[in-house]
């Protein structure tokens, strides 16, 4: 596609519920990144995944949080067992290449998921 | 530990006047800087960028200024428009585990008014 996918925009659930949100990177993008945005605060960094594989997953902040990445493609994250702390929205980022030192290459964003819990 | 901040939380100003949104960084060890716009209930928008090899990068109407000394981005708008109004967030790249994640500031909200 044009550019990177989310569904869906808005998912409003109750405590301790489970959750899966969805992330269609651009396509012929290596590299996937999951961030969060509170009310008001700066994105912070969840999890990253290089093709299917998830090197760098030190922001998830709990273990109720995993997520999964299939064909090096699409990529789920999911929340378990749903708290109010969570309400915030969840940003996916592409970009084109594997990490290499020195070369970072640029993030691009998708609109994000609107998370409520109620 | 380090982080990316933001000076001024919020800046107004007239339309067709020139802004400047500035960063502090924290990380000297940084070599990749990104102004993202975001705006109301969208995702970031890449803006520019700058590497630690630069001091300055123009671009159509912005132009991003890295001190490397004092560890300061700002990122300047010329002749801004009401359609420039958004939070506007500095960003570095920090490599870690493999992956070079962002580092966000909390964002400073511009406010254009006609």
Known sequence: GAGVSQSPSNKVTEKGKDVELRCDPISGHTALYWYRQSLGQGLEFLIYFQGNSAPDKSGLPSDRFSAERTGGSVSTLTIQRTQQEDSAVYLCASSFRAFVSGSSDTQYFGPGTRLTVL | ?114
Not at chain 2, 59 to 68: P, W
Request: hydrophobic content about 30%; charged content about 20%; aromatic content about 8%.
């Open chain 2, 1 to 114: 530990g380090e982080s990316v901040g933001l000076h001024l939380p919020t800046l107004s100003v007239q339309e067709g006047d020139n802004s400047i949104i500035n960063c502090a960084y924290s990380n000297s060890a940084s070599d990749y800087f990104i102004w993202y716009k975001q705006e109301s209930g969208k995702g970031p928008q890449f803006i520019i960028d700058i590497r630690s090899n630069m001091d300055k990068r123009q671009g159509q109407r912005v132009t991003v200024l890295l001190n490397k000394t004092v560890k300061h981005l700002s990122l300047q708008i010329a002749a801004t428009q009401p359609g420039d109004s958004a939070v506007y967030f500095c960003a570095e790249t920090e490599a870690g585990g493999g992956s070079e994640k962002l580092v966000f500031g909390k964002g400073t909200k511009l406010t254009v008014n006609p």
